[in-house]
């Protein structure tokens, strides 16, 4: 049997983006966790911010409205405002 997967994002070519820096370590740098609003990914970060903030990170928390839409603007200017690494969860 033949099995055909289609791209439902209808891209015809990857796009290729160069990896953002990474900080040397944690100590001093603020994250931001960012909830997307499924069920339990708030249990998720909850734990991660313990660890980062025993790292020696400030966390900043943030949560979309919904996990079926984009992050509102304001939210985005948000975060890239106030953090310099962000960490996106979710979880079912």
């Known amino acids: 049997m033949t099995r055909i997967v289609l791209d439902p994002t209808g891209e015809r070519h990857a796009a290729t983006r160069a990896r953002?820096?990474?900080?040397?370590?944690?100590?001093g740098t603020t994250i931001?966790?960012?909830?997307?609003?499924?069920?339990?990914g708030d249990v998720f970060l909850d734990r991660l911010e313990e660890l980062l903030v025993?790292?020696?990170a400030a966390v900043?928390?943030?949560?979309?409205?919904?996990?079926?839409k984009p992050a509102p603007v304001d939210l985005?200017?948000?975060?890239?405002?106030?953090?310099?690494v962000v960490i996106?969860?979710?979880a079912d």
């Open 20 to 27: 953002a820096r990474r900080p040397a370590n944690l100590a």
């Open 32 to 40: 931001g966790l960012l909830d997307i609003s499924k069920a339990r």
């Open 54 to 56: 025993a790292e020696g």
């Open 60 to 68: 900043l928390r943030f949560r979309k409205p919904t996990f079926t």
């Open 76 to 84: 985005r200017h948000e975060i890239a405002s106030k953090c310099e």
């Open 88 to 90: 996106e969860a979710l």
